[in-house]
């Protein structure tokens, strides 16, 4: 079993800076991809940005450019640097691990970004 500890998150400005941490816990997968996602109301999860152990990355294109995703394989901690934010950005943000065909969530943040 996986467990996924979030924090950070919270209310910021347009144009602000948050930063995103998760520290996974149990039987992980050393080629393990690391990610977070995000879900506004009323609309489906999404991916945000995602990290292989090697730290390739993926981003959403709306998010290129502002947010930034890395990783410690050695403490199993994946955390999502996220500048520039913008109101679209509001959304319920959730930590994955996909280890060994398996996708495990943490509880989600809410990230809210209003003046």
């Not at 467990?3 to 910021?12: A, P, R």
């Not at 959403?60 to 050695?74: E, L």
């Amino acid at each position: 079993q996986v467990q996924l500890v979030e924090s950070g998150g919270g209310l910021v400005q347009p144009g602000g800076s948050l930063r995103l941490s998760c520290a996974a816990s149990g039987s992980i997968s050393s080629s393990a991809v690391m990610g977070w996602y995000r879900q506004a109301p009323g609309k489906q999860r999404d991916l945000v940005a995602r990290i292989t152990t090697a730290g390739n990355t993926n981003y959403a294109d709306s998010v290129k450019g502002r947010f930034s995703i890395s990783r410690d394989n050695g403490k199993n901690t994946v955390d999502l640097q996220m500048n520039s934010l913008k109101p679209e950005d509001t959304a319920v943000y959730y930590c994955n691990v996909l280890s060994r065909a398996r996708n495990y969530w943490g509880q989600g943040t809410q990230v809210t970004v209003s003046s």
